[in-house]
Nanobody
Framework: QVQLSESGGGLVQPGESLRLSCAPS????????MGWHRQAPGKQRELVAL???????NYADSVKGRFSISTDNAKHQMYVQMNSLKPANTAVYYC???????????WGKGTRVTVSS
């Protein structure tokens, strides 16, 4: 069973940047759908950004132009570069992985991002 581990969260001031990483515990399929989701206090979990092995990338409207998702297929890792962070971006960020050939989704335990002055 694939385990995902997020890292890179922390406390930053508005306007600053963070880079989150997601590392699987084992090699994952070359054909995948991976994404970053977040859950703010009192809110439902929502999609932040998605990337597929075929090169499809989607972003939530609220992060377009500020966040950039990427993968390192050699390291089997996924990243999200988050720039111009806002207090509204405060949340626990989770990575998710699914093989293209499976309906099973794997989630990490999350990394907390706090944007506050």
């Amino acid at each position: 069973q694939v385990q995902l581990s997020e890292s890179g969260g922390g406390l930053v001031q508005p306007g600053e940047s963070l880079r989150l990483s997601c590392a699987p515990s084992e090699n994952i399929s070359r054909f995948y759908v991976m994404g970053w989701h977040r859950q703010a206090p009192g809110k439902q979990r929502e999609l932040v950004a998605l990337i597929t092995s075929g090169g499809l990338i989607n972003y939530a409207d609220s992060v377009k132009g500020r966040f950039s998702i990427s993968t390192d297929n050699a390291k089997h890792q996924m990243y999200v570069q988050m720039n111009s962070l806002k207090p509204a971006n405060t949340a626990v960020y989770y990575c998710k992985y699914r093989s293209t050939y499976s309906a099973i989704e794997y989630w990490g335990k999350g990394t907390r991002v706090t944007v506050s002055s």
